[in-house]
């Protein structure tokens, strides 16, 4: 039976190459999420977004492993690098391989990013700046340890404050920090 006059391809071809194209440029929220899941998949795309060159599996390993003991590649114990590369090796880049996610040569231990790839950029940006970067939990501590410490000379009598004068402040010390601290992050965006 012959294709509808409609149809921009003849009996026997596959899809077309335009819808073959379409499909393999992007990929489904979903999937994204789904590769995203996990920390090694996610440490391998965070590392392939800093080497455009082809990595060995060797490299990558000690790098994730590094990673996942907050510690250097020099720091590492052998079984540290052996326990994330057999997960790397056997799970995560022929699972990344499939999707086209990136080119993963078993036989050279080579992996090297796809064109799919600088799509898990905006999911993975600050990754690598982490949270203890932050400064603002420190300054809430920092608010608590005096309010504490102003709460606690109040007490044992050592200042006579009315505790009215303690309690405002107390309430004042900590609105000023959260509106700075909103302002802050208002003023970074």
Known sequence: MAPPASSPRSVGEGPSRASTADDDSSLDP?????????????????????NDDPVLLSDLAEQVAAWEHETTVENLHSDQRQRVYISLYQSHLPKLDTRGIIDYDKDRGTITATDLTPQFDPYLAGVESSASDDPWPYRYAGTVGCSGLLLAVTASGLVSVPWIAVSV?????????????????????
């Not at 979903?30 to 800093?50: A, E, K």
């Open 30 to 50: 979903d999937d994204i999420y789904h590769i995203l899941q996990t920390r090694r998949r996610r440490d391998v795309l965070r590392y392939l977004r800093t």
């Open 169 to 189: 402040l107390t309430v004042l010390t900590f609105a000023v920090v959260t509106a700075l601290h909103v302002y802050s992050t208002f003023v970074e965006e």
